[in-house]
């Protein structure tokens, strides 16, 4: 009858640190995947700056004379499920959501007397989402703050640029250097992106 006693109490033990909250099942933090609202908004991922860190690039342009009054950075982010995932196949899943936050860049601050660093102000973010719920499996919304955000139509540049010149799945990983050789191994370079760099 002890012993009986011991395992139920066990159990209930067991039972309330698998459910309580932060547990494993718990864990993950919220907007890992992509919501939507009822009328097809994509949901803000408040929490991306925890998510990894892929690349930032100062000033770029994906057009000839571009000129622009500031200059700024563009910092990547990608959902930790997603980002493990491509270490194993070299490719993106499903739910795979691509953050990229644009900040101006400040100059002449504090101690800084050359170069350009990063502040506080932000000047908007563009999401790139892999979901099969969208037509060619891949969509872009642009928020300006962190209400959702409508999708960015199909006839917008950025779907066909990313199409010809993405590395891998219509994406810039010719842009994050810690995934780029990775693709390259695993051998889901796109072809497009190899006749453009000579390698085929």
């Not at 892929?54 to 571009?66: A, C, E, H, V």
């Not at 194993?88 to 953050?99: A, E, I, Q, R, S």
């Not at 007397?113 to 872009?140: C, I, L, N």
């Not at 810039?172 to 780029?180: A, G, K, R, S």
Request: aromatic share 12%.
């Amino acid at each position: 009858m002890r012993l009986t006693l011991v395992i139920g109490l066990s159990f209930i033990v067991l039972l309330g640190i698998l459910l309580r909250p932060g547990s494993a099942q718990n864990s993950a933090p919220t907007g890992e995947t992509p919501h939507y609202t009822q009328d097809g908004k994509m949901e803000f991922p408040s929490g991306y700056r925890e998510w990894i860190y892929l690349t930032s690039g100062l000033d770029m342009s994906y057009r000839k004379n571009m000129n622009m009054n500031h200059s700024m950075f563009d910092n990547v982010f990608v959902n930790p499920a997603a980002y493990q995932e491509f270490l194993k196949t070299g490719t993106w899943p499903d739910k795979t959501m691509l953050v990229l936050e644009g900040r101006v860049a400040g100059s002449n601050a504090s101690i800084n007397k050359a170069g350009h660093f990063q502040t506080t102000e932000t000047m908007g973010y563009e999401v790139h989402v892999k979901d099969s719920r969208f037509p060619g499996g891949w969509a872009f919304f642009g928020f300006d703050d962190e209400k959702p955000a409508k999708m960015i139509t199909t006839k917008a540049d950025c779907y066909s640029c990313h199409q010809q010149h993405g590395a891998v799945d219509t994406t810039f990983v010719q842009f994050y250097p810690t995934l780029i050789k990775l693709a390259e191994q695993k051998g889901t370079l796109s072809e497009a992106y190899q006749k453009e760099e000579g390698k085929k």
